[in-house]
C-alpha cells in the first residue's frame, strides 16, 4: 500500500492530482485545509491538504479480474455462436449433398468442407453401391490424407478417394496361360467372353487357338460354341467327363492357346460345383477365371465368390458394364476376392465389346469416366 499526501489549491485540483498520480483505483483517506508553513501562508488563501492511498496489487488483481471476466463471458458467446454456425452449416451440407445428387449436378469444381465434399462422395459412392467396409477403409485413409487445414473442391477430394479405390483393385495384363478356363454363375457371358478372347487370340496375336466345352448340361450349349468356332475356323472338342480331358488335350498338343467353356452353375448347389471341380482338377496349371455380371448385387456378388472358392479361380472378369450405372460390382468383386481383374466387357458384340482392365481406370468408372 502507498500512501502519499498532495497539497493543493483547492479539493478538485487535488483530486486531479492524486488520480494523475496514483491512478484510478486511489482512496482518498483524509483531506483538510491547511496553512502554508511560515509568515507567507498568513497572507495567502489557505490550502486543501489530502491524504490518499493506493494499493498496487488490488489495482492489478480487480481489473485483470474484470477483464478475464469479460473475456470468459465474451468465449462463452463466442463458442455459442460457433455452435449454432456449425450446426447450420451441417444441416445446409446435408441438404445440398441430397440435392445436388438426386439433381445429378456435376459438383466438381465446388470448394466446400472438407466434411461436406466427403458426406457429397460417400453418398455419392454409397449409390454405386460400393461395399460398405470397403467404403469406410478408404474414406479413413482420404480423410487423413485431407487433414491439412483449410477448405477443398470436391474434384480434388474426388482425386484423393479414386486413388485410395485404385489402390484396393489388384489388376493383371497380359496374356495369362496357355489353358484359360471361364467359371461362374448361369447366363453372365462366360461363352461370349471366351469367344471375343478366342478371336482377340487367333486374329490379333495369330496364335493357334483351341475350344473345348464341358458344357453339355443346357440345351443349345455346344452348338452356341461351335457356331463361334466356325466362324473363327477353330477346332472344337466336346468333353462328357473329366478323363477325356486327358485325350482331348493331346489332339489339341498343336495349339498355342487352349480355351474352355464350362456350364454356368447355380451358385448355391454344392454338388454341381464339385462336379465342375472334378474338370478343373485334370487342367491345371491354368487361368481360372470367375466371370461375374457388374449388374449381380452387391450381397450376391460375395456370396459367388464364397460359393465359387473351393474351384480356386485365380483372376477375374466382369461382364454386362453397359446394363447397370452403378459400378461398385466392378471395385467390390476384386475386393472381395482378393484376384486380379484381367477384363472387362460391355456389350453382346463378338469380338469388339471386350477391354483388358489395365486399359480402363477402374476406380474412374465410379465417377463415370469411361
Ligand atoms: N449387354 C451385354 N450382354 C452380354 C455381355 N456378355 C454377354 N452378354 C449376353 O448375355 C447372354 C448370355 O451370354 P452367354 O455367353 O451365353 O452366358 P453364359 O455365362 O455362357 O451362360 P450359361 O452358359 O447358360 O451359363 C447372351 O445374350 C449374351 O449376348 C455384355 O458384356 N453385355
Ligand atoms: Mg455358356
Known amino acids: 500500500m502507498k500512501i502519499r499526501k498532495y497539497l493543493a489549491s483547492n479539493m478538485k485540483e487535488g483530486m486531479m492530482r492524486v488520480k494523475k498520480d496514483l491512478g484510478m ?104 453401391d460400393l461395399d460398405p467396409t470397403l467404403l469406410e477403409e478408404v474414406f479413413g485413409e482420404a480423410e487423413a490424407d485431407a487433414a491439412k487445414p483449410g477448405r477443398m473442391s470436391h474434384a480434388r477430394m474426388a482425386e484423393i478417394l479414386r486413388a485410395k479405390v485404385a489402390a484396393k483393385i489388384n489388376i493383371t495384363n497380359g496374356c495369362g496361360s496357355r489353358t484359360q478356363i471361364f467359371i461362374g454363375p448361369t447366363g453372365v457371358g462366360k461363352t461370349t467372353t471366351l469367344a471375343k478372347l478366342a478371336a482377340r487370340f487367333s486374329l490379333q496375336n495369330q496364335e493357334k487357338v483351341g475350344l473345348i466345352t464341358i458344357d453339355h448340361y443346357r440345351i443349345g450349349a455346344v452348338e452356341q460354341l461351335r457356331s463361334y468356332s466356325e466362324i473363327m475356323d477353330l477346332p472344337l472338342e466336346v ?78 472378369i466382369v461382364t454386362k458394364l453397359d446394363e447397370t450405372n452403378a459400378y461398385g460390382t466392378v471395385i467390390n468383386s476384386a475386393y472381395y476376392t482378393k484376384m486380379p481383374l484381367v477384363y472387362l466387357t460391355d456389350g453382346q458384340r463378338v469380338p469388339e465389346d471386350l477391354k483388358p482392365a489395365s486399359e480402363v481406370d477402374l476406380a474412374g468408372l465410379l465417377w463415370r469416366a469411361r
Not at 102 to 122: G, H, L, Q
Open 25 to 128: 483505483e486511489a482512496v482518498i483517506l483524509y483531506s483538510r485545509k491547511v496553512r502554508r508553513k511560515g509568515l507567507r501562508g498568513f497572507f495567502t488563501p489557505k490550502q486543501m491538504e489530502i491524504i490518499a492511498a493506493f494499493d498496487p496489487k488490488s489495482k492489478e488483481s480487480s481489473s485483470n479480474g474484470a477483464i478475464l471476466k469479460k473475456v470468459s463471458e465474451k468465449d462463452q458467446e463466442i463458442s455459442a455462436m460457433a455452435e449454432q454456425l456449425n450446426e447450420l452449416k451441417d444441416q445446409i451440407s446435408e441438404i445440398s449433398t441430397v440435392a445436388s445428387i438426386n439433381d445429378d449436378e456435376e459438383p466438381s469444381s465446388k470448394i466446400v468442407t472438407k466434411k461436406k465434399s466427403s458426406a457429397y462422395w460417400r453418398s455419392y459412392l454409397e449409390h454405386h
Open 239 to 316: 468333353v462328357m467327363n473329366p478323363q477325356d480331358l486327358f485325350k482331348v488335350m493331346m489332339r489339341l498338343e498343336a495349339c498355342d492357346r487352349i480355351l474352355i467353356d464350362t456350364a454356368g452353375r447355380s451358385t448355391g448347389n454344392k454338388e454341381q460345383l464339385d462336379d465342375l471341380g472334378s474338370y478343373l482338377d485334370m487342367l491345371q496349371p491354368a487361368d481360372i477365371h470367375l466371370v461375374l455380371s457388374a449388374t449381380t448385387r452387391r450381397q450376391d456378388v460375395n456370396y459367388i465368390a464364397e460359393c465359387f472358392k473351393p474351384l480356386k479361380y485365380n483372376r477375374l
